[in-house]
């Protein structure tokens, strides 16, 4: 890594972790800014090179985390929908009275529960994302390099 870092060299790789809130105002920001910045500046210093590279990849972990628990999600959400409408008798009767017997309530609630963990964990994914990358672009604007915690190394 450079020995002096210039307040440009600073400056630009907290852009880099700020540029990752994007995603907020259009799909996939959290990748296109973030990377067109990095591979536009990466070869004029090590140290935007490396907080480059960290951003991205930590980015790119939140997104393969929250794919995973999308995933284990599905088939729950399936079953628990497909007895919650069984329960409910909509289309037996024109009143459309929901007959919410007590044990098969008990059951689809303990259904919910793998659900609300994941729900749960997508939330501390997000807490977790916000905190990081504004941490990163703080410490980057010191010139502190930041490593992300829970991060695959993708991008070596």
């Known amino acids: ?31 296109i800014l973030p990377l067109i910045l990095w591979i536009s500046n990466k070869s004029q210093s090590s140290f935007v090179d490396i907080n ?17 628990l999308g995933i284990v999600c ?15 008798n909509l289309l037996e009767h024109n009143t459309h009275s929901i007959d919410l017997p007590v044990r098969s309530f008990y059951d689809l609630s303990l259904r919910m529960i793998p659900v609300g963990i994941a729900g ?22 010191k010139g502190i390099l930041y490593n992300y915690p829970l991060t695959i190394n993708f991008i070596k």
């Open 1 to 31: 890594m450079d020995t002096t870092l210039t307040k440009h060299q600073m400056n630009l790789a907290s852009i880099i972790h700020i540029s990752t809130f994007s995603k907020y105002f259009f799909p996939f920001g959290n990748f």
């Open 52 to 68: 480059g590279r960290n951003a991205l990849n930590f980015q790119i972990s939140v997104l393969l985390y929250s794919l995973i």
């Open 74 to 88: 599905i088939p729950f959400l399936f079953f628990t929908a497909f007895d919650f409408f069984q329960m409910a």
């Open 120 to 141: 749960l964990l997508f939330f501390a994914l997000l807490i977790l994302d916000v905190a990081c990358s504004i941490i990163a672009g703080i410490r980057a604007s």
